[in-house]
């Protein structure tokens, strides 16, 4: 007899040498051992800005997200910094469209006024701004049109000009997301011109022409009103295509280079991570976000553990940081 074992022993079988449930066996050790660490500090809130006072307006699509005016947005910012959260993205919706997008880079613009605002209130949150036409467009396009094509070089002095404006109101990272070839090293030839060579370009490098991307056109109210961007956004198809275009943006000077949306393409987060070396960012668009809550809503998911596990895949992927409307809920429950 040896160790207890009986005549009944099953000894000689074998037990396995290498047991890893013994690595998850409670909470505490399965927190030590985590190969990918979540937190508030990889998250960016997004705010849609809008005209008026003490606006705040439920977008029908997104349920929990809101329309704000400035000073509501402000109070949602301040938020956000008490929450942890290191910065919020601002989209601007205008009073008045027109075919060139000329609010974009209106000093009074909702955008360039709650980046000022936030910057009082809160001068330790950083601010990002998209930079694009089609919240501003009255034909919702990403760029001024010559016929019914977006005209890519006529759209980068306009980029250019929204880039400044915002930066003079106080912007820390600028984001192109409109796909025009050559507008990373237009707006940081302007940039620089005018004296803001310490304000970063976040690029959306590798934007798909996506199906995920509708209840942000309710929110941005910015849905092309005839055909799609497909001529100016990427093929979902094309992998290799977005290493290319993160290399030419990277070239023209980018701080930052983004995919979008991230669910879908983590793939290609993961392939830009092995192979560059700047900081990576993925945004968990619209559609992903309505998704999880309509399945929650309907009791279908657990909506606590969707957000944890989405937001995780995307950062296993390789994401330094992503931009997502989840943001404040993960920050506000610790």
């Not at 310490?198 to 055909?227: M, N, Q, T, W």
């Not at 092995?274 to 399945?295: C, H, N, T």
Request: aromatic content about 8%; charged content about 25%.
């Amino acid at each position: 007899m040896h160790g207890g074992l009986g005549s009944n022993s099953i000894a000689s079988v074998g037990f396995p040498v290498q047991r890893p449930r013994r690595l998850r066996r409670n909470s505490t050790i399965r927190r030590l051992v985590r190969e990918t660490q979540l937190s508030v500090d990889d998250l960016v809130l997004p705010l849609f800005v809008v005209p008026g006072s003490g606006v705040e307006k439920p977008v029908a699509s997104m349920p929990g997200v809101f329309q704000q005016s400035v000073d509501r947005t402000v109070e949602t910012a301040v938020r956000a910094r008490d929450a942890g959260l290191p910065a919020v993205i601002l989209f601007g919706i205008p009073p008045q469209k027109d075919a060139e997008g000329s609010g974009a880079w209106h000093d009074e613009g909702e955008v360039q006024r709650a980046t000022a605002a936030i910057k009082r209130a809160a001068p330790d949150l950083l601010v990002i701004t998209d930079v694009c036409l089609c919240e501003y467009t009255d034909h919702g396009h990403c760029g001024v049109l010559s016929g019914e094509a977006v005209a890519n070089d006529a759209t980068l002095a306009r980029l250019q000009l929204a880039a400044v404006s915002h930066a003079r109101a106080g912007a820390d990272i600028v984001a192109p997301s409109d796909m025009m070839d050559g507008r990373v090293a237009a707006i940081r030839s302007a940039l620089d011109f005018d004296g803001f060579e310490d304000v970063a370009i976040l690029s959306y490098a590798v934007k798909y022409c996506s199906s995920f991307y509708g209840p942000f056109r309710d929110a941005a109210e910015s849905a092309p009103r005839f055909g799609d961007r497909r001529t100016y956004q990427m093929d979902p198809a094309n992998a290799d295509e977005g290493m290319r275009e993160a290399a030419l943006d990277i070239e023209e000077g980018a701080d930052v280079v983004m995919v979008k949306p991230a669910l879908p393409y983590l793939d290609v987060v993961h392939r830009l991570r092995l192979r560059f070396d700047v900081p990576i960012a993925a945004y968990q668009v619209s559609g992903e976000y309505s998704m999880i809550k309509a399945a929650a809503m309907n009791g279908w998911i657990d909506e606590r553990r969707a957000i944890d596990e989405t937001l995780t895949s995307i950062k296993r992927a390789g994401a330094d940081f992503i931009i997502t409307y989840f943001a404040l809920d993960f920050a506000e429950r610790g």
